[in-house]
């Protein structure tokens, strides 16, 4: 099922990043949120479902002490100037006075990140970052607590660990993107 190139409905794909360096990057990443929270507890929240491949292998790696919750939204571009985010699944624990540590598979625009937190930072959370694994730093419109990020990539549309294509190709081992 892993190739070099894929092909999809007319659409080229080449591997950006394979499972070493996926799995290089994770380790990284959970080194620094070890160090991050040494002597703290930390509430882990994915966001699904593109994130669920990375907050498992990350997590299996945290050596803090940590709770792991879910979230997830639904963005809509319609015919508006500005798309409009829904929560399909909102998170049911309370964050007051919580270490929040939000777990994304990659930021673009970072408007659903940034409706998140607007939501998040009402209930007063003791600490409120991001550990994203992929960043599009020429897409983001949003200024946002991107603590730690594996890797920024072009604005080239990905697939693989985790991320979809309309809902397939989430298990690819490495991450393609469209050339
Ligand atoms: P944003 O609000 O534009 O930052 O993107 C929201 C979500 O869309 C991301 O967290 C991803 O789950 C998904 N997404 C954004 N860019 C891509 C991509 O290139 N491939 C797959 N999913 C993406
Ligand atoms: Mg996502």
Redesign the pocket.
Known sequence: MEYENLKIKGFEFKILMDEAQIQAQVERLADEINDYYEGRSVSIVV?L???YVFAADLCRLLKVNHEIHFVK?T?YDGFSAK?T?KCDVPLEIDVEGKNILII??????????AYFLDSLKVDKPNSLDICSFLL?PK??QQKLPLKFVGCEIDN????GYG???NEEFRSLKHIYQKI
């Open positions: 966001v479902k593109g994130a939204f963005s798309p985010i994304e598979d990659i930021i673009d625009s970072g408007n659903t990140m599009k897409a983001i080239g549309f990905v697939i991320m979809d294509f």
